[in-house]
């Protein structure tokens, strides 16, 4: 009896040891807080490597933006460097690095949905945009009838591009449930598909749809824009959930400079960094 006993709580022992290996021995990338990113002189911020300006792009080999400039102040007030992680290839990718622990942060126009509140921490918004469509004027005209805008957008089954990993992707299969879903890999592509007629209709928020009129006033003649002012996009700092001290810090850092930009504010103030 006493040597079984003996024998299972060996197994027992080995079986926690093999657990306790495995989540840690698998685990290498942990979530730093303040402390030992103050230690290591580095704050590590996730960007994808989406080129999305004015909040994120490379200019002569150097990253350049608004949440190129948020960082380097937030590392800056922490008293350390910033360094730019980019491995990911989407929003949802940069949001990951940051679950998984390998970033400290991602400030890149990450919109704080419900989905990602279940893997990071968002900081208080820093930009509130509302959600915008950008419509091929033709198309749209041939499906609405005679109807308005409201009226069509209610019952809207027709096609919507929305950007892939991004956090439209979601927004769109909840407020436009009965619309055909296209995704494209970046904006760009989505942009020429809507103003060519390949999709009726791109949903994003009101600063990207606007942007496309600053960029290129041409295409007035082809698409138009509908603002939808009822729901709005929050955009957010994301921290690792473990990084509490860190979330404090950054939600006292922006609302003491007062950082909290609109879409006519980013507009006005990156005018020459919109292309």
């Known amino acids: 009896m006493s040597s079984a006993y003996s024998c299972l709580r060996s197994w027992f022992t080995l079986g926690i040891a093999a657990l306790v290996f495995f989540f840690v021995g698998n ?20 960007i994808p490597q989406l080129r999305n300006p004015p909040f994120f792009f490379e ?12 960082s380097k102040s937030i590392a800056e007030a922490l008293g ?45 918004p820093y930009i509130t945009l509302p959600h915008a469509l950008l419509i091929n004027r033709l198309k749209f005209a041939q499906i609405a009838e005679g109807r308005s805008v409201l009226e069509v957008m209610q019952t809207y089954s027709d096609t919507i591009g929305v950007i892939a990993n991004s956090s439209f992707v979601g927004y769109a299969k909840t407020y436009f449930p009965r619309a055909k ?6 904006w760009n592509e989505l942009v020429d598909a809507v103003t060519r007629g390949k999709v009726t209709a791109a949903y994003r928020d009101a600063f990207e749809v606007k942007r496309v009129f600053k960029v290129n006033p041409d295409l007035v003649l082809t698409v138009r824009s509908v603002m939808i002012e009822d729901v709005k996009d929050t955009i957010g700092i994301a921290v690792n959930s473990n990084s509490l001290l860190l979330l ?7 609302e003491q400079k007062n950082i909290k930009y609109t879409s006519e504010q980013i507009l006005t103030k990156y005018e020459k960094s919109l292309n």
């Open 27 to 46: 685990n290498t990338c942990h979530a730093r807080d303040i402390a030992e990113i103050k230690t290591s002189g580095r704050l590590v911020v996730a």
């Open 59 to 70: 200019e002569q080999g150097e990253l350049r933006g608004l949440d190129i400039d948020l």
């Open 80 to 124: 350390v460097e910033v360094v730019f992680n980019r491995e990911g290839k989407s929003f949802n990718d940069a949001v990951k690095l940051v679950a998984d622990g390998k970033a400290d942060m991602s400030a890149a126009k990450i919109s704080r949905t419900l989905v990602r509140a279940q893997t990071v921490l968002f900081s208080n």
């Open 181 to 186: 879903f296209v995704e494209f890999v970046t």
């Open 248 to 254: 404090n810090f950054l939600n006292l850092y922006l």
